[in-house]
């Protein structure tokens, strides 16, 4: 039998009570190490906006924007219609209205059938998930209560005298739709601004920034479109400050590197999943404020530019420009809401979806889209180019496909890649959409797009000139099949050839050229014919992207791009690709 003594029991329950304390002891330490690393983690430099945020934009996908003022009496452009100078606007001359007439609009601006409450409904009718409201352009009048300025639209000088904005941020975010603001740096109408007391502008704009951040409840967006030589030390801490005020703020145009994400205008931007980007346009073709009997893009228009910018991974932001009585005009209204009923259907195909797999290229026609979400595939069929719509192959195995559209589908998937074939009844005019049930994640497949049929894909390629990069942007980047490299020419070179070896004499009709900014105004398309360069085809300014050229046909193995003429600018003329094909058979 074992015996324990008094003092035994009390010296084995003093270590059991050390060794529980030690334990404490450790498991606090490490609770107060990893709460200090995960701190360290969470540390935040307020100058870029938080993933979670951007990522719950980029599911949106939608967005309206509004671009209105003054301005809208006139029937002109909002900002470029006014004269007078333009501090550091270079080659777009002056507007046509007198700065006299221009600058006291707002005495006569009276929008009595603005209705924000109507305009919020509308936005959301159409599946518009956040908006932008353009607060001021670059003409300076504020659509604001600002306490900085008279010129603004409660001016005592203002027979409207309402805070619009007020009334606008209120009604969408009632309406569970994103709060965003538009704020011109630029301002003509100011007289310090790009002045010897440009600081005391910028005192002012900065000023007018907090004033929109401070006084119109939660702001998600805030795009600041273009500059006023503020130093990038004074941008950053104007973003810090904002961000202590909106902590959930995402910056469009903030001024790279900073801004958020890209803002390509008035064109669909290339695939890109690296950075978030945003096509901002028009409802009319290429207005941005109320401007009478301009035509107004069609619905299948409109909704295929929101495929292709979804299909590319972006965001679309679609503007309208409200009448001078405030309403929102009823035919574009009316465009809005058939958005929103085809969004109703199909939108499970572009909210919260990412762009790809599937992918086209610069100098493809855009005859599908594809966007993924989970384990599906969305291919978008915007235009059939034949019998089937062949598809690159994919390291999943489709286990399941049916049309979201509606009709039946005759999916393969051989190893060569995919084919899809729907019957005439069962294609849609806007969208037949496809979807492919996959075994594993669609997020994991790279993005891929079909080669070209170009007879001068990979072919030897040499150049008269070429930028002095590191390494250089060479001859064989236009002929490489990929549309994120590029020719370049040196800045400041205004003549230059480019120049494929077919390897053979190849017959062609037919020529596409994708150029990186607009900067060539003259150009030919030459072949060597017993030892000398013949013109086949001439022409002046290229598309800003893409550029069809059709020809008759002419037999060549040397085929040259001649460049006459560039437009002098900071950017160099550059071509993405020059790809060449065969007559079709």
Known sequence: MLRFDENSILSRRRAIAALCVAAVAAICTARLAGGAEQEKKEQWDMLTAKPEVVKAWQDMRF??????????????????????????????????????????????FNPVKFDAQQWAQIAKDAGMKYLVFLTKHHDGFCMFDSKLTDYKITSPLSPFGRDITKEVAEAFRKAGIWVGFYYSPPDWHHPDYLTENNARYIKYYYGQIEELCSNYGKVNLLWLDGGCRDTRKDREGLFKRVRQLQPQ??????????????????????????????????????TWSWIPDVPMWSLKHLLQTLVRVAGNDGNFLLNVGPMPDGRINPPQAQRLRDMGRWLKRYGQSIYATRGGPFKLSRYDAPTYASTHKDTRIYVHILDWPGQRLCLPPIDKKIVRSWLLTGGLADVQQPQAGITIAVAKEHRRDIDTILVLELDGPAGRIAPVSMPSKSLARHKKARASNVRSNNPPPGPDKAFDDDDTTRWAMDKGTTQAWL???????????????????????????????????????????????????????????????NVLRVLQNIY??????????????
């Open 572 to 585: 160099p003329a550059s071509i993405w690709e020059f790809q060449l094909f065969a007559p079709e058979e």
């Open 249 to 286: 703020m995402v910056f469009g145009r903030g001024g790279a590197p900073l801004s958020d994400y890209d803002t390509p205008e008035q064109e669909i931007g290339q695939f890109q999943t690296d950075r978030p980007w945003e096509t901002c346009m028009t409802i009319t073709e290429h």
């Open 499 to 561: 120049e494929v070896d077919l390897g053979k004499p190849c017959t062609i009709s037919r020529a596409v050229i994708c150029q990186y900014i607009s900067r060539v105004r003259q150009y030919e398309l030459q072949r060597k014919v017993d030892g000398k360069w013949q013109a086949f085809h001439r022409g002046t300014q290229l598309d800003r992207h893409r550029e069809v050229l059709d020809f008759k046909p002419v037999t060549a193995r040397y085929v040259r791009l």
């Open 63 to 108: 967005g309206m924007f509004v671009c209105w003022g003054p301005v809208s009496l006139t029937g002109k452009n909002i900002g470029w219609s006014r004269g007078g100078k333009r501090p550091n606007v270079k080659g777009k001359g002056t507007g046509e209205i007198p700065v006299e007439i221009y600058d006291n609009l707002y005495k006569q």
